[in-house]
């Protein structure tokens, strides 16, 4: 039973690193960090979202409905941007621009009104290339996510189906034992 239990916190700490997205980006260039409500029809009233990079640093604050400025980290002034025309559809997005080594890290997106969240873990890697053109947007899973993501659930199933067949097994032996002694003192 106790293992049945790890399985079962397992899975949903496999599946809870697998929602969080990874976005590869180049110094100098873009990338779009997406997160999306899973209610739509917002009220320009009730949409409160907190863009947070790395646990603490202020990257961008959406807030249509107040007048006050927002408070924002002077790293991120003048490079983020967001999509006002997709708020009441429940897109909160936001666009890094000019992307530098420092940006590097995980970022997450707090929608208030309904306590949902959302993490991006953005890599950066070297310049834009030539080739890749003047811009990049684009994501990537990275290698040891896509790893955590695809075999150890894989593990998981058949650590499950093992222990299921041992234990109806088991079961089966017991209940063929106790046939038999009933059959050897009924004789």
């Known amino acids: ?10 899975a949903v700490l496999i599946n809870k690193v697998c929602l969080q997205v990874a976005v590869e980006g180049f110094i100098g260039g873009s990338v779009v960090l997406l997160c999306s409500s899973a209610q739509h029809d917002h009220k320009l009233q009730d949409i409160d979202v907190s863009w947070r990079h790395n646990g603490s640093k202020i990257v961008f604050d959406i807030i249509p409905h107040s007048n ?10 003048n490079r983020t941007e967001s999509f006002p025309q997709e708020y009441l559809r429940g897109n ?5 621009n000019n992307l530098q080594h420092t940006d590097a890290g995980q970022y ?11 993490t991006v873990q953005l890599i ?3 310049s834009i290339s030539t080739e890749r053109g003047t811009e990049q947007e684009e994501m990537v899973p990275s290698l040891p996510l896509l790893l955590v993501c695809i075999i150890l659930p894989v593990m ?16 089966a032996l017991n209940q063929q034992g106790s046939w038999k002694r009933c059959e050897f003192s009924h004789s």
């Open 1 to 10: 039973m106790n293992s049945c239990c790890f399985i079962c916190v397992f």
């Open 108 to 118: 997450i997106c707090y929608i208030t009104h309904s306590s949902e969240y959302q």
């Open 124 to 126: 950066i890697n070297g």
């Open 156 to 171: 998981l199933f058949v650590v499950v189906v093992i222990f299921i067949a041992v234990f109806w097994r088991k079961k």
């Open 92 to 96: 909160f997005s936001i666009k890094l």
């Open 68 to 77: 006050s400025t927002v408070t924002q980290v002077p790293e991120y002034k």
